[in-house]
């Protein structure tokens, strides 16, 4: 603050108060100056007051923006916040007729209060979210204590060497104007957001607020019509109404009327202040004292409110997360149950061929020395055996890959003859259902890094599911292609295509299209889901195009070997 309170009648007039929110952003010369002005007009205002009241300093209020503007700065722009400060702060001085001396000392001295606060609150990490109850306890603990008791002593024993100034008395006016200057601005600065503004003013919020603050003054004005009743105390829960209604803003709001109210009840020698016959001093000290502890009492409890409206925010987050997990748990195990039942189907069909065939063979006896027919019989017997084995392996890979466990081993191979094996594997049931089934690679073929099983795997459920969902006529094209950095295998069907609703549940465990196509196909679900996990597992990629009765299109990347080598 300044010696204004042990100096009385000096020359000058205060410009109207100013305010200029400061940022993180980058302090170029017009934001520097922008702040330097905020900073002296605080400055101007509150040495203007302490004319109007004889001298006696009531409220400082530049330490406040200054402590604002260095909590919302990063720690490399303090000097330039710093430097503005104390220009603002001896200018000030200086046009109310304070020596350079004396303004280079008080403007210092400001500098040691805010510092005091901002450098342990920054290290503490606690300056960045002030509603938090910890870092405003942490706040008020600092500033009424170390900050503003350091500034206090300083100042006073300075006035004393320079101008005879009673110490207790210039200390503990320097502090009390300086307690509620900080009090007041700083939170309000560093917590009242312009969306807090704008609130204030919204259809369903402007009628509550404004009734809040016409009750508060109504308040006010009975306090000074019959200043002989004890009604100070109605102040307390007009503002608490309004930390309910509006948070922090509306604390703000009520603060600064009554600040106001009761400024200008000193100043102008009018209203419940007024009759008292106490020394003006000690009615400037009541002032200071009432509205300090009425700020950091509504300023508590808004911080308890806010900390209250965040764990339940928290909670509804975390109940909302807890019903999705929910949804999707329940969706998986509804995935899982059809898994089964199709799973029961799928068994059940290659295990009856088995037992089948082997009974006729048995029950033929050995007598019979085998009719012409059992070769044909055995031929069924290891088609469905294998078949199962492949279901067996599909559920054990899937498996693994669920528990983290499937374990690949990169060798380089030549992806056109992996493709070309696979094709010869399903040649035959390729003509048997009148799909043709075409082969496109490059000269000289593709070389890959890749497990060779696990490509084998992704191959056949590809080509397998392209020619099973292909009608007769159509066709089934296997591309293989360089791009970027990878190697790309393209499966291209002609067959019966996929809904658009159902292409974001493929390649999910046990999820299958669901249309008249699928019902009538055998089918576990588990085939694009581990041609996805096999591809990422390479660190590629699947993708899925599709469009009914036009055809699928399906893109599995792998690492290509040369950009591997």
């Known amino acids: ?147 503003i008791m350091a500034s206090a002593i300083i100042a006073a024993a300075y006035m004393g060497l320079a101008r005879h100034a009673p110490f207790a008395q210039s200390a503990g006016n320097w502090y009390m104007s300086d307690a509620l200057g900080l009090i007041q601005v700083a939170p309000a600065a560093m917590l009242v957001k312009r969306s807090d503004i704008v609130d204030l003013f919204r259809r369903n919020q402007l009628l ?43 604390v703000a709001a009520g603060l600064v009327l009554i600040t106001g109210f009761i400024l200008a009840n000193i100043a102008y020698g009018h209203g419940f202040l007024a009759t008292t016959h106490a020394p003006l001093r000690d009615k400037v000290l009541f002032f200071q004292f009432f509205v300090v502890v009425l700020t950091a009492t509504m300023l508590v409890v808004t911080a308890v409110l806010y900390g209250k409206k965040k764990v339940e925010k928290q909670l509804r987050e975390a109940t909302q997360a807890a019903i999705e997990a929910r949804r999707e748990a329940d969706k998986a195990n509804l995935a899982k149950s059809q898994f089964l039942a199709n799973m029961s189907h799928e068994l059940r069909t290659p295990l009856n061929a088995i037992l089948g065939f082997s009974e006729i063979i048995r029950d033929g006896g050995l007598a019979q020395k085998c009719t012409a027919q059992c070769p044909e019989h055995a031929a069924h017997i290891h088609s469905a055996g294998s078949h199962l084995l492949d279901l067996v392996n599909d559920i054990l890979d899937a498996s693994k890959i669920e528990a983290g ?45 890749a497990d060779q099983r696990a490509v084998k795997q992704i191959l056949l459920n590809l080509m397998s599911n392209a020619v099973k969902f292909t009608p007769s006529g159509g066709s089934v094209t296997v591309s293989l292609l360089t791009e970027g950095e990878g190697a790309v ?24 299209v669901r249309n008249n196509a699928t019902r009538t196909q055998p089918g576990t679900g588990l085939g694009l889901a581990l041609v996805r996990s096999l591809a990422e597992l390479h660190g590629g990629t699947m993708t899925i195009e599709s469009a009914e009765n036009v055809g699928t299109t399906v893109r599995v990347t792998l690492r290509a070997a040369s950009l591997a080598a």
């Open 489 to 512: 295998i393209v499966v291209r069907d002609t067959g019966v295509g996929i809904p658009a609703s159902e292409l974001p549940r493929l390649g999910r465990p046990f999820e299958r």
């Open 1 to 147: 603050m300044s010696a204004m309170s042990m100096t009385t009648g000096l020359p000058g007039s205060a410009p109207p108060p100013s305010d200029a929110p400061p940022s993180s952003r980058a302090l170029g010369i017009g934001r520097v100056a922008v702040l330097a002005g905020a900073f002296l007009a605080a400055g101007l205002l509150s040495l203007e007051l302490a004319r109007q009241t004889q001298g006696i300093g009531s409220i400082w209020l530049m330490n406040g923006l200054v402590l604002a503007a260095l909590f919302k700065a990063p720690a490399r722009q303090w000097g330039v916040i710093a430097a503005a400060a104390f220009a603002a702060g001896l200018l000030a001085d200086l046009v109310y007729g304070y020596g350079i001396a004396s303004g280079c000392v008080f403007a210092l001295v400001d500098l040691v209060e805010v510092f005091v606060v901002a450098v342990p609150m920054r290290r503490l990490q606690l300056d960045q979210d002030i509603c938090d109850l910890r870092s405003l306890l942490a706040f008020m603990t600092l500033a009424f204590g170390p900050a």
């Open 405 to 449: 466990k499937y374990e690949i081993h990169l060798e380089r191979l030549d992806l056109a003859v992996a493709v070309r094996d696979a094709a010869a594997m399903l040649a035959q049931r390729a003509s048997e259902g009148g799909v043709a089934l075409r082969i496109e690679e490059p000269a000289g073929g593709l070389p890959a890094l």
């Open 208 to 250: 509550p607020a404004f009734a809040s603050i016409g009750v508060l003054t109504l308040v006010y004005w009975t306090m000074i019509t019959w200043p002989q009743l004890p009604l100070g105390f109605l102040l307390f829960p007009c503002v608490l109404v309004l930390a309910f209604q509006q948070s922090y803003a509306g």
